[in-house]
């Protein structure tokens, strides 16, 4: 069965800190993999999305992430964290066989908090 | 250029009344999603739409929400009647409905609704 796991609830980092969301996935073909981000009383804001190509994608505000597929994991990185960055971040996957039904598989979102 | 537009951005009702929501797309996107998501929760698709045909219902409750989108751009989601455990966000998104499923949704800011 597809799935995507998020294994933390909660990251707490340091403001200029280097950040790290974890994100493993599982499916029977190859995946698109996406980081969408939700802000309190907000919509998913679109980050970056893995279709093909170089593993590293980079995305909207500094964030980027790391296609494994030995470990099957698609990680979001930022470099140096910002206050800002505080907020709930959601892994989607797309199985590529069946990716004309467009269905995203949704991780459970883990909660960043960045202190000053 | 213009988001997603969902209106209204909160709603709150009692039970056993009846409430709709409304989204318009982005300009050119073909493909409509309605998405509910619960409080620490991924978001969970209702209703898939490629131009005026929805094309994946399976997760829409049919005996009391129905959906519609004439002429293949804005749509409504309806709930009749409300109960305690439809309070929730509810969530349009779109995209332009690549052949082979790369295309990326874009959200809009959702409508939280409260069922007393």
């Known amino acids: 069965a597809q799935s995507v796991a998020q294994p933390e609830d909660q990251v707490n980092v340091a403001e200029g800190n280097p950040l790290t969301v974890k994100c493993t996935y599982s499916?029977?073909?190859?995946?698109?993999l996406f980081w969408y981000v939700q802000y309190p009383n907000r919509g998913l804001q679109f980050l970056l999305k893995y279709i093909t190509g170089d593993n590293l994608v980079k995305g909207s505000y500094g964030f980027e992430a790391e296609f494994n597929k030995s470990q099957t994991s698609f990680h979001l990185k930022k470099p140096s964290a910002l206050v800002s960055d505080s907020a709930l971040y959601f892994c989607a996957v797309r199985d590529i066989r069946t990716g004309n039904n467009r269905k995203l598989i949704w991780g459970l979102g883990t909660s960043l908090a960045v202190n000053p | 250029e213009a988001g997603v537009v969902q209106s209204p951005r909160y709603k709150i009702i009692e039970k056993k009344q009846p409430v709709a929501f409304w989204c318009n797309p982005i300009s050119g996107h073909n493909t409509l999603y309605w998405y509910r998501q619960n409080l620490g929760q991924g978001p969970e698709l209702l209703i898939r739409?490629?131009?005026?045909?929805?094309?994946?219902d399976s997760q829409l409750p049919k005996d009391r929400f129905s959906a519609e989108r004439l002429k293949g751009v804005d749509s409504t989601l309806k709930i009749q009647p409300a109960e305690l455990g439809d309070s929730a966000v509810y969530l349009c998104a779109s995209s332009l409905g690549l052949k082979g499923g790369t295309d990326t949704q874009y959200f809009g800011p959702g409508t939280r609704l409260t069922v007393l």
């Open positions: 739409y490629e131009n005026e045909e929805a094309v994946d």
């Open positions: 499916v029977s073909g190859n995946p698109y």
